[in-house]
C-alpha cells in the first residue's frame, strides 16, 4: 500500500509537465466528478440557519467540499442557529435562575449551549472552517525518515 497522495499545489516535490498533468488530472476526478455544494440553502433550515449558509458557502467553494459534505454543512448550520437562539435565552433569563424550591441554580440553557459548542467544534473542524483544519487539508505531511543503526550508533 503505497503513501496517501498530496495536493498538487502541497507537494514540495519537483515534478516533470506530464507528472503535473496526471496528477491535475486525479484531483479533478476525485473532486470535481461530484456535485458542487449549491449555493442555496435547504428550504427546511430555519432563518438563522440559511443566512449561516450564505455566509460560509463562498468560502467552502474554495475547498475540496462536494454535495456529499452536504448534509455536515447543514448540521453545522442547523447547531449555529440553535447555539444564537439559546445565546440569546441565556442574555434574557440570565446565567443563574431562581427556582422557589432549591434557590438559584445555574441556567439550565447552559448545557444545551454547551452542546450546540460541541457540535459547531466538530462539525466546523470537518468542513475546513477552522484554521487548524484548512492547514490539515493542505500541509503536506512530513517524511520520516528512519534511523539506521549507524545513525544512532555512529561507526
Known amino acids: 500500500m503505497g503513501r496517501n497522495m498530496k495536493v498538487l499545489s502541497a507537494t514540495k516535490k519537483h515534478l516533470t509537465k506530464s507528472e503535473k498533468d496526471k496528477r491535475k488530472e486525479a484531483e479533478e476526478l476525485a473532486s470535481d466528478g461530484l456535485a458542487m455544494l449549491p449555493n442555496a440553502p435547504s428550504a427546511h433550515l430555519n432563518d438563522v440557519a440559511k443566512t449561516e449558509y450564505k455566509r460560509v458557502i463562498t468560502g467552502l467553494r474554495k475547498l475540496p467540499l462536494r454535495n456529499l459534505d452536504k448534509a455536515i454543512l447543514e448540521n453545522y448550520c442547523t447547531w449555529y442557529a440553535v447555539y444564537k437562539e439559546i445565546s440569546q435565552k441565556i442574555d434574557e433569563q440570565g446565567l ?57 550508533f555512529g561507526g
Not at 434557590?103 to 468542513?127: D, F, H, V, Y
Request: hydrophobic share 40%.
Open 96 to 152: 443563574v435562575i431562581f427556582d422557589e424550591d432549591k434557590g438559584w441554580l445555574a441556567n439550565p440553557l447552559i448545557l444545551t449551549l454547551e452542546k450546540a459548542t460541541t457540535n459547531i467544534r466538530m462539525t466546523a473542524s470537518q468542513l475546513g472552517l477552522t484554521v487548524d483544519s484548512r492547514m490539515k487539508m493542505f500541509t503536506p505531511k512530513q517524511e520520516e525518515k528512519k534511523e539506521s543503526l549507524f545513525d544512532k
